[in-house]
């Protein structure tokens, strides 16, 4: 009909679209304690049609999002651009200060993240930067926006979403 607005979304959520990794962030002043989450990934992507009726294949969507999540499993989540951590590199481990508190994670432990807090906040805007350069390999000029949610805690999810046009 003449005027109608269509809107098509497909969306990616459980099953292996999880992680499970250790972290502290830093806010008001203080360094948390060290703890774990077993973190959710949500994808969710709007856009036209493409090729045989699909916005985009969700096996494809998922194997992305699992890459992604595999990377982080298990893992200590480095904030690499925190201005109040002071992080030296040593020989085979990083060692994190923040004021008294000092920690030593072995490199192998660790993923180091292009981020300034490991919020699920940022880790959602840091698994869109990946996922969108793995979309990228495909014509995904009819997709319209990508949105990554990152769940903390059943209670808990921040979103990312950002207009691909
Ligand atoms: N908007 C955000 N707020 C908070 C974040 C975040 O990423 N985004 N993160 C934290 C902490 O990392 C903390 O790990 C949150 O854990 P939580 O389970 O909520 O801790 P609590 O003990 O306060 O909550 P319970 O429900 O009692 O377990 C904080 N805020």
Redesign the pocket.
């Known amino acids: 009909m003449a005027g109608e607005q269509i809107r098509r979304k497909v969306k990616v959520e459980g099953g292996t679209l999880k992680f499970s990794s250790a972290h502290f962030?830093t806010y008001g002043g203080k360094c948390?304690r060290l703890?774990g989450?077993n973190y959710g990934v949500l994808v969710e992507i709007e856009g036209e049609l493409g090729q045989d009726g699909l916005v985009f294949d969700f096996t494809l969507l998922k194997r992305y999002a699992r890459e992604i999540c595999q990377k982080l499993d298990h893992h200590f989540l480095l904030p690499m651009r925190n201005p109040q951590l002071e992080l030296i590199a040593l020989s085979d481990q990083w060692e994190i200060r923040f004021g008294e508190k000092r920690y030593l994670f072995p490199y192998t432990d660790v993923v180091e993240l292009p981020i300034e807090n490991s919020?699920?906040?940022l880790l959602a805007e840091y698994i869109h930067g990946e996922l969108l350069q793995l979309l990228a390999q495909h014509d995904i000029s009819h997709l319209i926006s990508l949105m990554v949610g990152v769940e903390?805690?059943p209670?808990?999810m921040?979103y990312y979403q950002k207009e691909l046009r």
Do not use: K, S
């Open positions: 962030i948390e703890h989450h919020t699920a906040e903390e805690a209670t808990q921040a």
